[in-house]
């Protein structure tokens, strides 16, 4: 037996496609077999297995585990909830590896698989190989026995040893995503006064599209925080890894700011440590750091890459724009949207400020939202490499970490390619708007270069 996956379902981080056109139970037990061939090739013997709550997975999670006891690695079900729950069951059940079924917050006919292999992320060339064991048909015989796991009450007491103090008014919206279950559990055990949206899980998503990330998907949490007139407000995205939130004007709280506010009471207890965000997050989050005594250190978007840094860095912390927040201190170092909640509201207390104060404080930039325009895939990567190099020849300030990252005195832009899509991603952030328009005519004076124009922005 053999198996060809639909090569854009493969990607960078996780795989990836539209049930019925690019992905099916086919992929999903030839990902099972594959999976299992790693797991017992590096000696191990079982796997742990959750879904989120797409009208799709249950489907495609009967024929992974099929794919897994074929070759003959035991399965642990964890059943429905968030991405961190799985991730969860992996760090503390007796088991070699998980895999969570979930389309991330990608629209409802999406769907996919994120692994991890003995508590490390499996990604990049690990996801590739799967591709080469399954058209080699390189897999393992075996027959492997399912067992089931309740997780559910383990993994809210974890999250709940993660609080200290602190009774406040909080709105959250589960945008009918798999968080929904874990934060009614939660929200009852929490001080305070809470008020819930969407926690019912509903896979096609009928009340907003689940990205915390994207600000009209925030506006019924907004007329929720004003109606009440609570202290802030809390969203998820569709499998729960990363989070959004809005303070008690409904001022959106964006991810590198949401990083700088949970740096405090972590940099209090570890002085010194190294706090990692990715390229796209502002400058004042990495000045921030630093003047909170921390040693920032500016990374590749991409929770795997994101991941692999902080265990090589041994950082406490690290954030992505996209509302992915990892702990490590404390916690296992993966991301968490649960978990970071909780510690959001712990770090408000530990502030003594309100959310509203904290957000009012911080410095006033204006930035682009992550403008995302289809280039083709043959391009994308080549254009970024022109305009370094044009740059470079040019004398800018530039970093290459990730696409490239130019600082001019009214600010900085980016330009990076996606390693999901076939797209290219620019930021900018300056001092006021003249400023924030000369780094736009830059950026668009450098893809005119290499003859592309700075189109539609592509959705996600």
């Given amino acids: 037996m053999t198996h060809v996956f639909d090569p854009t379902s493969l990607r960078e981080y996780d795989i990836r496609g539209i049930v019925g056109k690019t992905l099916g139970p086919a992929d999903a037990t030839a990902i099972g077999r594959g999976f299992a061939t790693r797991v017992r090739r590096a000696g191990g013997t079982r796997v742990a297995v959750g879904y989120d709550g797409r009208t799709s997975s249950p489907e495609l999670e009967a024929a992974l585990i099929a794919g897994l006891t074929a070759s003959g690695v ?70 492997g026995v399912v067992t089931e796991a309740d997780i559910v009450d383990d993994y809210v007491g974890r999250l709940l040893a993660g609080y200290a103090g602190g009774a406040y008014r909080i709105g959250w919206d589960a945008g009918n995503g798999a968080s929904g279950p874990v934060i009614e559990k939660l929200t009852k055990l929490l001080p305070g006064e809470h008020h819930l949206l969407y926690t019912e899980v509903d896979g096609t998503f009928p009340n907003h599209h689940p990205d915390p990330t994207e600000e009209r998907n925030l506006a019924d949490l907004k007329q929720l925080v004003a109606d009440k007139q609570l202290d802030f407000g809390l969203a998820f995205d569709g499998d729960g890894d ?43 989050l990495f000045d921030r750091v630093r003047e909170l005594g921390g040693e920032p250190l500016m990374w590749k978007t991409g929770h795997s890459l994101i991941k692999t840094k902080m265990k090589e860095t041994h950082a406490p912390l690290a954030g992505e724009m996209s509302g992915h927040i990892f702990f490590a201190h404390e916690y296992y170092g993966f991301d968490d949207a649960q978990y970071a909640a909780v510690r959001l509201i712990r770090a408000v207390h530990m502030i003594g ?99 592309l124009v700075r189109g539609e922005q592509a959705g996600h």
């Fill in 242 to 284: 990363r989070i959004g939130a809005i303070d008690g004007q409904g001022r959106v709280i964006w991810g590198d700011q949401l990083l700088s506010i949970l740096a405090e009471p972590v940099l209090k207890e570890l002085p010194g440590s190294t706090i990692i965000a990715d390229v796209k997050a502002s400058q004042a």
């Fill in 74 to 143: 035991d399965v642990v079900r964890t059943g429905m909830g968030p991405t961190p729950q799985l991730y969860y069951a992996e760090a503390i059940l007796e088991v070699d590896g998980g895999i969570q079924i979930t389309g991330s917050h990608n629209p409802g006919n999406y769907n996919g698989f994120k692994m991890v292999l003995q508590h490390l992320p499996f990604f990049g060339a690990d996801i590739q190989d799967l591709g080469k064991l399954a058209e080699a048909g390189d897999w393992e015989e075996g027959e």
């Fill in 353 to 451: 400020k309100s959310m509203t104060e904290i957000r009012g404080a911080m410095p006033a930039l204006v930035n682009t939202p992550e403008m995302r325009f289809q280039v083709d895939e043959s391009r994308k990567f080549a254009v970024v490499e022109e305009v370094l190099d044009r740059l470079e020849h040019d004398g800018a300030d530039v970093n290459r970490t990730d696409g490239a990252r130019v600082n001019t005195p009214d600010g900085w832009w980016l330009l990076r390619a996606s390693n999901t899509q076939d797209v290219l991603v620019a930021r900018a952030e300056a001092k006021d708007q003249p400023a924030l328009d000369r780094l736009l005519a830059m950026i668009d004076a450098q893809l005119a270069a290499s003859g």
